[in-house]
C-alpha cells in the first residue's frame, strides 16, 4: 500500500491549533498529523460516520484526443468496451452478470449493439472465468473477462498467477495470453466490509509475467483500459468502485491510450514525495495542499497508475532530486 | 417451548368472552382440537436411492404451534431487518430470507442441537434456528455490541454453538463443511454436517471438490442446496447446464425436497440425517424455494422476475399460509390462537428493535481485538503509519 495519511477530518481544521513545521524533522511531522487525526477521533458518537470521506478532483479536460464528452467512469469504461467490440473483430467480454449491464453497469448495451456470443454471462466461477479467458486468449482472440468484485478474484489466483503469467516464459514464447484483460471493480467504499472493499494488487504485484493498471478517474480510466487491452501482456485492471459514479470528466469519445508502466507527476514539489494509486490520490492531492496551506511543506504528488512494473524511474528520480543527489 | 404452547392454550381455556384487543377469545377447551393428525407429503425425486422419505408424516399441535412461531419469527424479523435497513439503521449488506422459512424450520426440526450447520450469506433465518435470539440478530446487524458477533460481524457474519455462519464468499462454505464432518466422523461422536449452499453457488469449482472427498471418505456430511431459483439476477436454466441440483453429486445420493413444505422438508431432513448417521456416507438434498425479497437490499428483486411471480408463490405457495391452512382444516389450532402468536411475536421484534437500536456501538477499543490469537498485545497501523491501535485477544 502507498505510504498515504488519510485524514478524517471534515471542514473542521482551519479550527484545530496546529504548529507551523518547518520542512526536515520528520518526527514532529508525523506526529503533528498524529495529533491531527486524534483530535477527530475522540469521543466517537453512536452513527455519525467519519469513513468514506472522499472527494474527487478532475482532471483538466484533455485536448490531444479529439472531442470528449461529460463521462462518469463505469460509462468510460462502457466506452473503452465499445471501442474495443467495434475495432476489433474478435473481442469477447464476459463475466457474471455482465448481459444486463453488470452490477456497475460497465457494459451496459453492448450486448444489444455486438450481438450475444461476444457478451455473454459466465456461471458463478471465478476460477472458471479466468481459466477460460486464458484459453481464449491464447487461441487468438481478444478476451475481457469481469470478475464481479476484486474481493472474489482468490480462487482465480491460480490461473492468474500459475497459468496467464508464466505461459509466454513457460513455452518460450511460442504461446502466449497477452489478450487477456481481466476487469474487477476495487477498492473501499465504506460500507463495503470484508468482502467488497478489498484492494488485493499488492498480491498480484510479485507476479512477473502479469501487468497490473489502476487508473485514477474516467480519463485515466479509458485511456489505460485500452492500452490494458492492447497491450500483448495479460493484464488485471483494477476500477476503484467508489468513483463509479462520483468520478465525473469529460472523456475523449475517440479511442486512445496511456502508456502502461508510466507514472505521472501531478504536483511538483520539493520537500516529500507522496505516492499512490487509484482512490488514495484524490486523497494525497488534499494532503498536499493541507500540507502547504498548514505545515509549508512542498509535496510532490505522483500517482504511480501500473503496479506491475512499476516506474521505478519516476519515483526514485523524484526522491533523489529531494535528498539532493543527482 | 412446549410449556409455553400448554400455558398459552390453558389460558386460551379459562378465558370465556373476554376481549383482547379487538379480538373477542372465545371459549375453546383443549378437547376441541385435534392433537395429532397425519399430512400426505409431496413424493421427493431421487438420484442413486432405492427408497426415499415416507409419503405420510405425522404432525402434533404441539409441533404445528412451534412451526408456525418459528416461522412467522423468522417472516417478522426479515421484515424488520428490511424496515430497518430502508431507514439506514442497517448499513452495509443485508441478504433477507422470507419466503424460505420452511427450509430453516424444517432442517432444525430433525437435526439435534449438537448436529453442525454451516451455511452461506442468507444466514438469519437459521441464526435463528441454531439458537441465537431476535434481539442478538437484530443487534448484531445494527452493529451494536449487543449483536452475536459483538457487533463486529453484521448480517453475513453471525455464529453460535454448532453454528459456523455465515459465509460472504459464495461457495467457500462447502469445502468447511466437509472438514466439520470429516471432524465428526474422527471423533465418533454420532453428529452431522449439515452444509448449506445456493443454486449459484452449486456451479462453484470448490463444492465438486467436497463432494468428491466427502464421498471418498464416506463423511457424515448432508450437503443441501437451497435452490431459490435466482443466482442473484439469473435465472437456474441461464446459469446451469443441469438444474437437477440434487443429482449433481453423480456419485453422491440425492433427494429433491418441496422446500415450501415444512413437513415435507422434515422428513427429507430426517431421512438424509439417518443416511449420514448410519455411515452410509454423504448425501444431497435439494430443497427447492423461493424468496420473495431481491438477492440483497439493494436488489429490488423485479428486474429478472415479474411481480405476477413473486405474488403468485406468496398467495398459493407460502410455507407459512400451507402450515396455517393444514392445522386450521384439521382442527388442530383456531384463527385466534394464530392471531395471539402474532401479536406475540410482533411484540418480541419490537422490543428486539428497541434493543437493536438503543444499545450502545462496540468500543473503538474493540477494533482491532481477535484479529490473531495471541498473548501479548499487537500493535496494529491504523488508518495512517502514526496512528497505531491495539489488537488484544
Given at each position: 500500500m502507498a505510504a498515504a495519511a488519510r485524514f478524517l477530518i471534515r471542514g473542521a481544521n482551519s479550527k484545530l491549533p496546529i504548529a507551523v513545521v518547518g520542512s526536515g524533522a520528520h518526527c514532529s511531522f508525523g506526529s503533528t498529523f498524529l495529533k491531527l487525526s486524534l483530535n477527530c477521533n475522540s469521543g466517537i458518537k453512536t452513527?455519525?460516520?467519519?469513513?468514506?470521506h472522499f472527494t474527487f478532483q478532475p482532471d483538466p479536460v484533455p485536448t490531444q484526443f479529439g472531442p470528449t464528452q461529460k463521462m462518469n467512469l463505469f460509462q468510460s469504461v462502457t466506452s473503452a468496451l465499445d471501442n474495443t467490440l467495434a475495432n476489433d473483430p474478435t473481442a469477447v467480454i464476459f463475466g457474471e452478470d455482465v448481459a444486463f449491464g453488470g452490477v456497475f453497469r460497465c457494459t451496459v448495451g453492448l450486448r444489444d449493439k455486438y450481438g450475444k456470443d461476444r457478451v455473454f454471462n459466465t456461471p458463478l466461477c471465478e476460477q472458471g472465468i479466468v481459466g477460460f479467458g486464458i484459453g481464449v486468449a491464447v487461441a487468438g482472440a481478444t478476451a475481457i473477462a469481469e470478475i464481479q468484485f476484486a474481493d472474489y478474484i482468490f480462487p482465480a489466483f491460480d490461473q492468474i498467477v500459475n497459468e496467464a503469467a508464466k505461459y509466454r516464459y513457460r513455452s518460450g514464447d511460442l504461446f502466449d495470453c497477452g489478450n487477456l484483460t481481466i476487469r474487477a471493480p476495487w477498492g473501499c467504499v465504506g460500507h463495503g466490509s470484508l468482502y467488497h472493499s478489498q484492494s488485493p494488487e499488492a498480491f498480484f504485484a510479485h507476479a512477473p509475467g502479469l501487468k497490473v493498471v489502476i487508473p485514477r478517474g474516467p480519463v485515466q480510466a479509458k485511456g489505460l483500459l485500452l492500452s490494458c487491452i492492447a497491450d500483448k501482456n495479460p493484464c488485471i485492471f483494477f476500477e476503484p468502485k467508489i468513483m463509479y459514479r462520483a468520478a465525473v470528466e469529460q472523456v475523449p469519445v475517440e479511442s486512445y491510450t496511456i502508456p502502461l508502466s508510466q507514472a505521472e507527476v501531478l504536483q511538483e514539489g520539493s520537500d516529500v514525495t507522496l505516492v499512490a494509486w487509484g482512490t488514495q490520490v484524490h486523497v494525497l492531492r488534499e494532503v498536499a495542499n493541507l500540507a502547504q496551506e498548514k505545515l509549508g511543506v512542498s509535496c510532490e504528488l505522483i500517482d504511480l497508475q501500473t503496479i506491475l512494473p512499476w516506474d521505478v524511474e519516476t519515483v526514485c528520480k523524484k526522491w533523489s532530486n529531494e535528498l539532493g543527489g543527482g | 417451548m412446549t410449556s409455553v404452547w400448554r400455558f398459552v392454550s390453558n389460558a386460551l381455556c379459562r378465558i370465556t368472552g373476554r376481549k383482547v384487543g379487538s379480538t373477542v377469545v372465545v371459549s375453546n377447551s383443549l378437547n376441541e382440537f385435534t392433537t395429532r393428525a397425519s399430512f400426505d407429503i409431496k413424493k421427493c425425486d431421487l438420484h442413486g436411492l432405492e427408497a426415499g422419505p415416507p409419503l405420510k408424516t405425522e404432525l402434533s399441535r404441539d409441533e404445528g404451534l412451534r412451526f408456525y412461531r418459528t416461522m412467522q419469527v423468522m417472516r417478522r424479523m426479515e421484515l424488520k431487518a428490511d424496515q430497518l435497513y430502508k431507514q439506514k439503521i442497517i448499513r452495509g449488506f443485508c441478504h433477507l430470507y422470507d419466503g424460505q422459512e420452511a427450509c430453516a424450520a424444517g432442517v432444525e426440526a430433525a437435526i439435534d442441537p449438537s448436529d453442525h450447520l454451516i451455511t452461506a450469506y442468507r444466514a438469519h433465518g437459521y441464526t435463528y434456528t441454531r439458537g441465537v435470539s431476535v434481539r442478538e440478530i437484530l443487534a448484531e446487524l445494527t452493529g451494536r455490541r449487543g449483536g452475536v458477533a459483538k457487533g463486529k460481524g453484521g448480517s453475513m457474519h453471525m455464529y453460535a454453538p454448532n453454528f459456523y455462519g455465515g459465509n460472504?464468499?459464495?461457495?467457500?462454505q462447502v469445502p468447511l463443511g466437509a472438514g466439520i464432518a470429516l471432524a465428526c466422523k474422527y471423533q465418533g461422536n454420532n453428529q452431522i454436517c449439515v452444509t448449506l449452499y445456493g443454486d449459484g453457488a452449486a456451479n462453484q469449482g470448490q463444492i465438486f471438490e467436497a463432494f468428491n472427498m466427502a464421498a471418498l471418505w464416506k463423511l457424515p456430511c448432508l450437503f443441501i442446496c437451497e435452490?431459490?431459483?435466482?443466482g442473484m439476477g439469473t435465472s437456474v436454466e441461464r446459469a446451469s447446464a443441469s438444474t437437477d441440483y440434487y443429482k449433481r453429486g453423480h456419485f453422491m445420493p440425492g433427494i429433491r425436497v418441496d422446500g415450501m413444505d415444512v413437513l415435507c422438508v422434515r422428513e427429507a431432513t430426517k431421512f438424509a440425517a439417518d443416511h449420514c448417521r448410519t455411515g452410509k456416507g454423504p448425501i444431497i438434498m435439494e430443497l427447492q424455494t423461493y424468496r420473495y425479497h431481491g438477492h440483497s437490499m439493494s436488489d429490488p428483486g423485479v428486474s429478472y422476475r415479474t411481480r405476477e411471480e413473486i405474488q403468485e408463490v406468496r398467495s398459493k405457495n407460502d410455507p407459512i399460509s400451507l402450515l396455517k391452512e393444514r392445522m386450521l382444516s384439521s382442527n388442530m389450532a383456531s384463527v385466534e390462537e394464530f392471531k395471539e402468536i402474532d401479536i406475540e411475536i410482533r411484540k418480541e421484534v419490537e422490543d428486539a428493535t428497541q434493543f437493536a437500536t438503543s444499545d450502545s456501538e462496540p468500543p473503538l477499543e474493540e477494533l482491532c481485538n481477535h484479529i490473531f490469537s495471541n498473548n501479548p498485545p499487537l500493535q496494529v497501523r491504523g488508518t495512517h503509519p502514526w496512528a497505531k491501535l491495539k489488537s488484544s485477544s
Open positions: 452513527q455519525r460516520r467519519h469513513a468514506a | 460472504g464468499i459464495v461457495g467457500a435452490n431459490n431459483k435466482y
